[in-house]
């Protein structure tokens, strides 16, 4: 593949990632900012006050009311799942033409090893990671916040520390990116959305349907606000070698990366 072929494929392919990625980001909190709005709604709700949100755009009013139960046929449902199979698919993509069909993965001065077994690491990497997640997301300790942002610490430095040590920075920040990506596709494709068919079904149908369905996915997505935020902070280092990877201390400002990008999407989150 000549080098112009590339450059224009890594061009498109990047275009549609960050695009996408917009797109689903901004979904993605602009539903958990109307959960936030009816919990306010909900704890308000003796003082009479509208249980609708109100909101203004492009020269018109709108309104948006939580619905318990389903008043329309089921294919009048808006799905949004797209955009997030749009995103992890260009960025993997993406990884293929950088870094497993370039050089900027292996380091020799980091561990002289050959590309395929770089590869290797790398896909299983991403993998594992959303297996362990996925795992521990069905135990106790996953519905447990207390326990559970620990662990996700100990774990998220474990991987770093691992990946630093295996790859050159600039692959090892981006890894932990696609690592964080892959979880949160996997999550809406794998957790999120059947578990809204499901309640579909049970509420097309008349009947019932079971609460932990609604809990889980809401989980999830909230999940997905929290790894959002540290994704781009990743990505965008990339550009920035001497404040990050390239940095001697890039393992400590990877965590601290993460870190203030947990706190940034609790602060967006809440606002």
Do not use: C
Request: glycine share 10%; net charge positive.
């Amino acid at each position: 593949m000549s080098s112009s072929i590339r450059e224009w494929l890594n061009l498109g392919f990047r275009w549609v990632h960050v695009f996408a990625g917009i797109m689903w980001v901004g979904q993605t909190y602009y539903f958990t900012w109307l959960d936030g709005q009816f919990g306010k709604l909900e704890k308000n709700a003796s003082a009479g006050r509208d249980a609708s949100v109100w909101m203004v755009h492009s020269g018109g009013f709108y309104t948006v009311e939580k619905q318990s139960s389903l008043r329309v046929s089921a294919d009048q449902v808006r799905w949004f799942r797209w955009e997030a199979f749009t995103t992890w698919l260009a960025g993997m993509i993406l990884l293929v033409l950088v870094y497993y069909l370039g050089s900027g993965l292996i380091d020799p001065d980091v561990w002289n090893i050959s590309q395929s077994v770089g590869v290797g690491i790398g896909l299983a990497t991403i993998a594992v990671g959303w297996l362990i997640y996925d795992t521990v997301m069905r135990t106790a300790l996953g519905r447990s916040p207390a326990l559970f942002v620990p662990f996700a610490v100990i774990m998220i430095a474990a991987i770093s520390w691992g990946l630093l040590h295996a790859f050159s920075g600039r692959a090892a920040y981006i890894h932990l990116g696609a690592m964080f990506g892959t979880i949160m596709t996997a999550n809406v494709w794998f957790r999120i959305l059947p578990a809204q068919r499901r309640m579909i079904a049970a509420a097309a149908s008349g009947a019932a349907f079971d609460p932990a369905l609604g809990a889980e996915a809401k989980l999830r997505s909230k999940h997905n606000t929290f790894m959002a935020v540290p994704v781009v902070f990743l990505m965008i280092s990339n550009h920035y070698p001497v404040a990050t990877y390239g940095n001697r201390y890039n393992w400590s400002i990877l965590l601290g990366l993460i870190l203030l990008g947990w706190a940034a999407a609790k602060v967006i989150r809440e606002a």
